[in-house]
Every structure is written in structure tokens, then in C-alpha cells.
């Protein structure tokens, strides 16, 4: 195992399509995040985000090429994968008629972890979340930005090298959406990649240091934030946006 690879992720001459589909979404796509970095993938609707990020946790297989975490392959070593990867996804993903510690025991559990482990980091994940006083309680009772909080509280129990984060904080009042931000900023600096995907531009250059702009299935732009501002003489993120993929209507399918 690779481990002390540079490349937090590899994607090399990747290609995918789905059966129903006859055309393909991805030929050839080639794309790397260094390890620590802060990594933004945007794009509008339908343009392949959400079908990247499963390749890269493994939900979906490739047609061809390969994609690496840290120098292990995922779909050749996919119980390796598990335990560096973390993964955060926009829908929630934990059990609702369960309370946070619960639900962090299971999915502790799941991970391997022991139960002096989940004990100790559900602890600390539900102080520094700001979940301790209700650490007992029915998560269905809990407000949108409480369950966002235990959605990612489940997805780093493991300490994962690399996070993988699908719109962590949509749906969140302004101070749970900077409290999240914060967090991520504080894992990153203890040495976690983070891959982050979302419509909230703003947020996204408080969050990320690079980005990479995807439209049907190609990688549009890639580089640091700084750098593609600069090269295509826009102010922000969301001008960039609109320069690279247009301003029309997009849909899903």
C-alpha cells in the first residue's frame, strides 16, 4: 500500500456510462487532488459531480481506467479504501428513530473502530459539534441543521484521511454553516483532504483552495482558486461559474 503517496486522489483516463444511457459520461477523464488539499468540484446540473464522487467512493464501477485514494486502487482495494476514506452525502444518512450516540456507535462499529474508540471520539465529535445536550435523543426530532451536524459527525468517526463532503451544509441557518466551515478548516489543518462539492460558491472560497469546474462530463477548469481567478479575470467563484458553463437552464437527466 501506498500510503505515503502525494496524490490524495488519481483519476487516470477514466471512463463510465450508464446502461440505460447511450451516451457516455465520462472518456478519458484525468484529474488529481494533492494529499491536504482543500478541493472544490462544481458544475451545473447534470454535469457529472455526483456521478464522479460515487466512482470515487466506489458506489459505482468504471468502464475503464482507474481511480486511486492514496495510492490504492478503489474498486481492487476496496476494504483499504474504506478505512481512509470518509464520506458525507447530501441525502442523510444515518438512522432517524436512533439518537446521535446510537447512530455513532453503529457506524463506528461498521468501521472497525472498538468501543473504546467510539466512545472516546463520539465524545469528543458531539462536543465539538455542539450535539452534547441532546446526545440521547431521537435524531427525527432534531432540526435540519442539528441532523446535517450528526450526518457529519458519522462520516469523519473513523478519522479518515481523505473526506469527501456532497453539500455538507445545504439546508443550514448561517451559524451552523459556519460552525461546519470552521470544523472542516480545523480537520484540514490536522492533515485531512478534503473533497467538497456544493452550489454555495461563497462558501465554497471560504472553504477550498482549489477547484476544478466539470460540464458535460469534462473537466472545464483546474487549478487554484487564486489562479483561475486571475486567468479569466472574474472577482469570484460564482462569475467563474457562469463564464465557464453559461447561464441557461440545466437539468438532471
Known amino acids: 500500500m501506498e500510503l505515503n503517496n502525494p496524490l490524495a486522489v488519481d483519476i487516470s483516463n477514466l ?71 470518509g464520506f458525507v452525502p447530501q441525502d ?56 446535517r451536524r450528526v450526518n457529519l459527525a458519522i462520516g469523519v468517526i473513523h478519522d479518515p484521511a481523505i473526506l469527501i463532503l456532497d453539500e455538507p451544509t445545504v439546508g443550514v441557518d448561517v451559524q451552523t454553516r459556519h460552525a461546519i466551515v470552521d470544523y472542516l478548516l480545523q480537520l484540514n489543518k490536522n492533515g485531512t483532504t478534503l473533497i467538497y462539492t456544493s452550489h454555495q460558491l461563497s462558501e465554497a ?13 469534462k473537466i472545464v477548469a483546474h487549478g487554484s482558486i487564486e489562479q483561475l481567478l486571475e486567468e479569466h479575470k472574474q472577482e469570484d467563484l460564482e462569475q467563474l461559474f457562469l463564464e465557464l458553463t453559461g447561464k441557461e437552464f440545466r437539468n438532471d437527466v
Not at 472560497?205 to 462530463?217: K, P, R, T, W, Y
Open 205 to 217: 472560497e471560504d472553504l477550498c483552495n482549489v477547484a476544478a469546474l466539470i460540464d458535460d462530463g
Open 92 to 147: 442523510f444518512s444515518f438512522y432517524q428513530e436512533l439518537s446521535p450516540v446510537e447512530n455513532l456507535e453503529f457506524f463506528g462499529a461498521w468501521a472497525g473502530l472498538s468501543k473504546h474508540q467510539v466512545k472516546n471520539k463520539t465524545d469528543e465529535l458531539l462536543q465539538v459539534l455542539g450535539l452534547e445536550n441532546v446526545r440521547n435523543k431521537r435524531v427525527d426530532k432534531f432540526s435540519g441543521g442539528m441532523k
Open 15 to 85: 471512463g463510465f456510462h450508464y446502461k440505460d444511457n447511450d451516451g457516455v459520461v465520462f472518456s478519458g477523464l484525468n484529474l488529481q487532488v494533492q494529499k491536504g488539499e482543500r478541493f472544490g468540484l462544481f458544475g451545473p446540473n447534470g454535469a457529472g459531480k455526483t456521478t464522479l464522487l460515487s466512482l470515487t467512493t466506489g458506489l459505482l464501477s468504471p468502464a475503464g481506467g482507474s481511480i486511486r485514494l492514496l495510492g490504492l486502487d478503489v474498486n481492487r482495494d476496496h476494504h483499504a479504501v474504506n478505512k481512509l476514506l
